[in-house]
Nanobody
Framework: QVQVVESGGGLVQAGGSLRLSCTASGLTFEHYTMGWFRQTPGKEREGVSCISRFGTFSYYEDSAKGRFTISRDNAENTVFLQMNSLKPEETAMYYC??????????????????????WGQGTQVTVSS
């Protein structure tokens, strides 16, 4: 049984930082592209960042470039999202997901959730102004 569990969300002031973690079990972790998505009520889930199986390639949504960094530790079955200089409009539920699709650098596949088959329950990020 595949389980994906996110952690690290919380309340932070604008300009602050958070590091999200996601651990997956029940699958061969290095066979999966891992992604981070976010969603606010009434809006579609959107891709924030994703990373290829061995960390060679990555994707960042435009507003995240230069502020967010995705990384993974295949020995620990964990993917991280370091978020710096956070903005109030980035308040959302953040989800981690896994896909068997192999990605290239800045692959637009990562922008939408449809190709990701395994999902966590999400971790709330709240950025106060």
């Amino acid at each position: 049984q595949v389980q994906v569990v996110e952690s690290g969300g919380g309340l932070v002031q604008a300009g602050g930082s958070l590091r999200l973690s996601c651990t997956a079990s029940g699958l061969t972790f290095e066979h999966y592209t891992m992604g981070w998505f976010r969603q606010t009520p009434g809006k579609e889930r959107e891709g924030v960042s994703c990373i290829s199986r061995f960390g060679t390639f990555s994707y960042y949504e435009d507003s995240a470039k230069g502020r967010f960094t995705i990384s993974r530790d295949n020995a620990e079955n964990t993917v991280f999202l370091q978020m710096n200089s956070l903005k109030p409009e980035e308040t959302a539920m953040y989800y981690c997901a896994a896909s068997t699709r192999r990605i290239s650098d800045n692959d637009p596949f990562c922008a939408t959730p449809s190709g990701f088959g395994y999902w966590g329950q999400g971790t709330q990020v709240t950025v106060s102004s």
